[in-house]
């Protein structure tokens, strides 16, 4: 129950916007504790007005913050704390204050900080995120250019074998599966690595340019080659 009596007014400047939020909760705080006596049954203030000049310890602003809330969730009727938000603390406000009343310029501010506060959280949550996009794709974009380096690295150091198959597409389909799975990535690389690109064994007309036993030793001299080389 509240005491309407004897009330301290709110001070016009509480609503002043460039203070901090800090300022504004010691400022409401201040308020609430000089009308504690109007205010029956509520939740204890902790604090003493002194205290409200050190709020740089984490402790005091602790508690300042914890008391401010559960002295505005007891103007509100007491709801359940954790489904009080902003949109739910203004319908509250509205439906069992008016706007003269003194207790709606109180409940209001609070209410304001909260909004205040929430849109730089919501703000700083989305530079978070922008700037994590961003890092992702620099790495992406960093692990592309590295990897269009070993191919180029790998089809240069495989040209001078002479064996016709597109080692861009070798190299490349190693590379995806070594993504997914590297160790069986690798011995398929070392061991048959024609798995990954097929030899061009005939020409345009279809005829045989090479035969199977030389394809195997093909296969056979670019997995020890592969196996050895280094990029």
């Not at 074998?161 to 190693?174: G, K, S």
Request: proline share 5%.
């Amino acid at each position: 129950m509240i005491d309407m009596a004897n009330l301290t007014p709110v001070p016009e400047e509480i609503q002043e916007e460039t203070k901090s939020v800090s300022e504004r909760c010691a400022e409401l705080y201040q308020l609430l504790y000089n009308n504690r006596a109007v205010l029956k049954d509520a939740p204890a203030l902790r604090l003493k007005p002194q205290d409200l000049s050190n709020l740089s310890n984490p402790d005091i602003y602790r508690a300042m913050r914890e008391d401010l809330r559960r002295m505005i969730i007891y103007l509100l009727g007491n709801p359940r704390a954790e489904d009080l938000t902003v949109s739910k603390m203004l319908d509250i406000l509205e439906k069992y204050y008016k706007p003269e009343d003194f207790w709606h310029a109180v409940i209001l501010e609070y209410i304001e900080i909260e909004h205040e506060e929430e849109g730089s959280r919501l703000r700083s949550r989305r530079r978070e995120l922008i700037e994590q996009t961003e890092n992702l794709l620099a790495q992406l974009q960093e692990k592309e250019e590295q990897k269009r380096e070993i191919i180029h690295s790998f089809v240069e150091k495989i040209a001078p074998l002479n064996i016709p198959v597109d080692a861009r597409q070798l190299i490349t389909n190693y590379l995806n599966l070594a993504s997914i799975d590297q160790d069986k990535a690798w011995a398929i690389l070392t061991t048959n690595p024609l798995y990954f690109a097929p030899l061009k064994v005939t020409d345009k007309k279809g005829k045989l340019l090479i035969t199977p036993k030389q394809a195997k030793n093909m296969n056979r001299d670019l997995a020890k080659f592969l196996k050895s080389v280094k990029v």
